[in-house]
């Protein structure tokens, strides 16, 4: 059984581009939700995918944004890239709403370093 | 604004003692769960344990416990039986039935032979 894949692991950009981010969730699960972590932080909110829709968002800029496809797998997109962006980007997929609270599968993550 | 709150940014333990890492947070709500999360140098996320506010038994999940106590708004995770596979870095994470998971900063755990 497959758990969270994101991919890439790694990667370098440059200040002002844009950078995509995949993952696709756990076998069964449908909803998908984005965390940057800062190093030496705990991981933050970005926001979460259900159902191909945004249905929460944390404190992020509009630079940062996300799709979610009829597969369940999910993208999160950030434009105009600044160096506070670098970070570990941590996809968690989850199934369904109520009772699955705090079940979250996490990938391994997708270092971001921003030039 | 609910925030979680790790004071011990480090910890270090002898394997096959007992160690407990200390986690306060604050919220008004009276209907939460309380995570503890463990990241190694994998930096996959795993839950550790999970407590329901609206239970007063503590949570254990074989050598993890927790100790629970809503009035002060404590949670803190013990581990028993130290081993050297638990080192790691340890988030503290709070959810209020949103979709959000609220972490503190992390106590990095080191365990030594």
């Known amino acids: 059984d497959a758990g969270v894949t994101q991919s890439p692991t790694h990667l370098i950009k440059t200040r002002g581009q844009q950078v995509t981010l995949r993952c696709s969730p756990k076998s069964g699960h449908d909803t998908v939700s984005w965390y940057q972590q800062a190093l030496g932080q705990g991981p933050q909110f970005i926001f979460q995918?259900?159902?191909?829709?945004?249905?929460q968002r944390g404190n992020f800029p509009d630079r940062f944004s996300g799709h979610q496809f009829p597969n369940y797998s999910s993208e999160l997109n950030v434009n105009a890239l600044l160096l506070g962006d670098s970070a570990l980007y941590l996809c968690?997929?989850?199934?369904?709403?109520?009772?699955?609270?705090?079940?979250?599968?996490f990938g391994e993550g997708s270092r971001l370093t921003v030039l | 604004a609910q925030t979680v709150t790790q004071s011990q940014p480090e910890m270090s333990v002898q394997e096959a003692e007992t160690v407990t890492l200390s986690c306060t947070y604050d919220?008004?709500?009276?209907?939460?769960?309380l995570f503890w999360y463990k990241q190694p140098p994998s930096r996959q996320m795993i839950l550790v344990i999970r407590?329901?506010?609206?239970?007063?038994q503590n949570a254990t999940e074989n050598r993890f416990s927790v100790n629970f106590q809503k009035a002060a708004k404590s949670f803190s995770l013990k581990i028993s039986d130290s081993q050297l596979g638990d080192t790691a870095m340890y988030f503290c994470?709070?959810?209020?039935?949103?979709?959000?998971?609220?972490f503190g900063t992390g106590t990095r755990l080191q365990v030594f032979p």
């Open positions: 994470a709070f959810n209020d039935n949103t979709d959000k998971l609220i």
């Open positions: 995918y259900y159902e191909e829709e945004e249905r």
């Open positions: 919220t008004s709500e009276n209907n939460y769960y």
């Open positions: 407590q329901e506010a609206y239970k007063q």
């Open positions: 968690a997929s989850s199934s369904g709403l109520a009772g699955s609270i705090g079940e979250l599968f």
